[in-house]
């Protein structure tokens, strides 16, 4: 939704090719992938299988997807289409409000579109599930290109650069969530893979046994209570429980070995001969 008042700035302030192409070209394929969602979406009452993602089990058809896709796309152009007309005149005429109103909205929907990951970000401490970073890093170098574009132009477009650099800030900020993430828990990821386990497998398998387990409480759930208040991350697993019929008896001649030389000791008892 942020491309569209983006689209209709752009066309009428006439930037360069590169600017106008871009939110067209991300827009399309946004509206791709929003369509494929609709085929292979898994409804609850679907039945489980090993392959979810390529397994259709939505209640849209290949074709009704698809004309829903395309008639979304024909949507957004015929408002993109009455945008550029309706404020292509007072533009040409110097009423600058309307390209301002144009690129504020774009900014504050685009980040209001990127605030509910950090909603799940702060539920998992951290953890970034359900995120492609390979998505995140071409959408970041879009929105970098994208700015650097901007500066190149013959005169520099502030409000039009505030889009791209919301953008980066916020997918900067989910970055550094994730590294801060993966800092935190290093040692629960190197000895679950000593163990030849994943993350959520180890966690699941031994967060709720009878060993210690240092800062291994389950992060996603912001569960438990670390064992280690003064900040060291360890992981101290395989240690055997003791059980109580393994209690060895300790004669009084042992507790004052244990005692030390300078502890006082009980007189010993009187010794009667018959």
């Known amino acids: 939704m942020s491309k ?7 066309s009428i302030q006439n930037f360069n090719f590169a600017l106008k192409f871009q939110p067209q070209a991300f827009a399309s394929l946004t509206l791709i992938a929003w369509g494929q969602t609709l085929y292979y979406h898994k409804s609850a009452h679907s039945p489980p299988t090993l392959l ?20 979304l796309a024909a949507s957004f152009g015929l408002m993109e289409l009455i945008l550029i007309l309706t404020l292509r005149g007072p533009y040409t005429r110097g009423v600058q409000w309307p390209m301002m109103l144009m690129a504020i909205s774009a900014s504050v929907i685009q980040v209001v579109g990127l605030i509910p990951p950090y909603f799940e ?43 791209y650099i ?10 550094a969530s994730q590294a801060i993430w993966l800092w935190r828990v290093r040692y629960v990821r190197k000895e679950a893979k000593r163990k030849g386990l994943g993350y959520d497998e180890y966690v699941k398998k ?8 240092e800062r291994v409480v389950d992060v996603e759930a912001g ?8 900040g060291r991350e360890k992981v101290d697993l395989d240690i055997p429980e ?9 004669t009084p001649t042992e507790q004052a070995a244990d005692a030390g030389p300078g502890t006082p000791q009980p007189p010993p008892k009187a010794v009667t001969t018959p």
């Open 166 to 175: 919301a953008c980066m800030v916020l997918e900067t900020g989910i970055f």
């Open 121 to 163: 970000l702060a539920k998992r401490n951290g953890r970034v599930i359900g995120i492609d970073f390979w998505f995140l890093t071409i959408d970041y170098a879009g929105a970098f290109f994208s700015l650097m574009a901007v500066v190149a132009q013959q005169w520099f477009d502030a409000l039009g650069a505030s889009l």
């Open 223 to 230: 569960t438990g209570e670390t064992e280690d208040d003064a």
């Open 52 to 71: 979810p993602s390529l397994t259709h089990h939505s209640k849209w058809r290949a074709w009704t997807a698809t004309l829903a896709t395309i008639a």
């Open 206 to 213: 031994y967060a709720n046994r009878g060993e210690r387990v």
């Open 242 to 250: 003791k059980k109580t019929g393994d209690a060895k008896a300790v």
């Open 4 to 10: 569209l008042p983006a689209i209709s700035a752009k």
